[in-house]
T-cell receptor
C-alpha cells in the first residue's frame, strides 16, 4: 500500500530554476528518504532525514521534514537538464528498512 | 557505497513458464532484503521481505505461492515468478539494508531492477 501522496505529480521547469516537490505521509515514521529514478532504471538514494531532524542539505538538494504535518519537501536548486527524472519519497516506520513509497513526481528540466 | 546487483536485467518469457530473478549484495552482508514491483509510470510497491534462513514475509495481496522467495545466504535472495502470465509483466527491484558491513545502517541499497515481459 502507498504511504502517501506526492505533489505535484509532474513538474516542468527551465534549467537554472529551482524545483520543489512535496510528500505527505500517514503514519509516524523513523525516517524519510528521497530517491531518484531515471526512466526504466533503478533507484538512486539521494538523502535520508530522521524523524528528529527538520532540515538536511546535500549539494544542491535541501530536504525539510515537518512531523506535525506529516510532510516533507525536496528542493533542487539551480536545476540542470540532467536532473530530469522521477523523484520518490519513501518512509521507514519501524527502522526495519521496509520502505513505503509515495506516488512520485516526474521532473522535466528543459535546457 | 554498497552495491546490489540483479540478474537478469531483462527477461522475456512465454506465459506459463517460471522465471527466477537473483538479487546479490556484492560487498556487504544483508540478513534482510526486500522485493518491490513497479508497473509503468507508477511507484514501487513492496511485495515481500526476504529474511536469510527463514520464510519471507509477504505484503497483503501478494500471492506467496506465485512469488517464491528464497534467501539462502547473506548475500543472495531469489524471487521466482511461477507460472508467469502477461499481467505479471513488470519491473522487479530488490533492495538490501546496509546494516552489516559497508554502507549506512539505515540506508537501503537498491538493485538496478529486472524488466520482466511475459508474452
Amino acid at each position: 500500500s502507498q504511504q502517501g501522496e506526492e505533489d505535484p505529480q509532474a513538474l516542468s521547469i527551465q534549467e537554472g530554476e529551482n524545483a520543489t516537490m512535496n510528500c505527505s505521509y500517514k503514519t509516524s515514521i523513523n525516517n524519510l528518504q528521497w530517491y531518484r529514478q531515471n526512466s526504466g532504471r533503478g533507484l538512486v538514494h539521494l538523502i535520508l532525514i530522521r524523524s528528529n531532524e527538520r532540515e538536511k542539505h546535500s549539494g544542491r538538494l535541501r530536504v525539510t521534514l515537518d512531523t506535525s504535518k506529516k510532510s516533507s519537501s525536496l528542493l533542487i536548486t539551480a536545476s540542470r537538464a540532467a536532473d530530469t527524472a522521477s523523484y520518490f519519497c519513501a518512509t521507514d516506520s519501524g527502522n526495519t528498512g521496509k520502505l513505503i513509497f509515495g506516488q512520485g513526481t516526474t521532473l522535466q528540466v528543459k535546457p | 557505497g554498497a552495491v546490489v546487483s540483479q540478474h537478469p536485467s531483462r527477461v522475456i518469457c512465454k506465459s506459463g513458464t517460471s522465471v527466477k530473478i537473483e538479487c546479490r549484495s556484492l560487498d556487504f552482508q544483508a540478513t534482510t532484503m526486500f522485493w518491490y514491483r513497479q508497473f509503468p509510470k507508477q511507484s514501487l510497491m513492496l511485495m515481500a521481505t526476504s529474511n536469510e534462513g527463514s520464510k519471507a514475509t509477504y505484503e497483503q495481496g501478494v500471492e506467496k505461492d506465485k512469488f517464491l522467495i528464497n534467501h539462502a545466504s547473506l548475500t543472495l535472495s531469489t524471487l521466482t515468478v511461477t507460472s508467469a502470465h502477461p499481467e505479471d509483466s513488470s519491473f522487479y527491484i530488490c533492495s538490501a539494508n546496509g546494516g552489516s558491513g559497508r554502507g549506512a545502517a539505515d540506508t537501503q541499497y537498491f538493485g538496478p531492477g529486472t524488466r520482466l515481459t511475459v508474452l
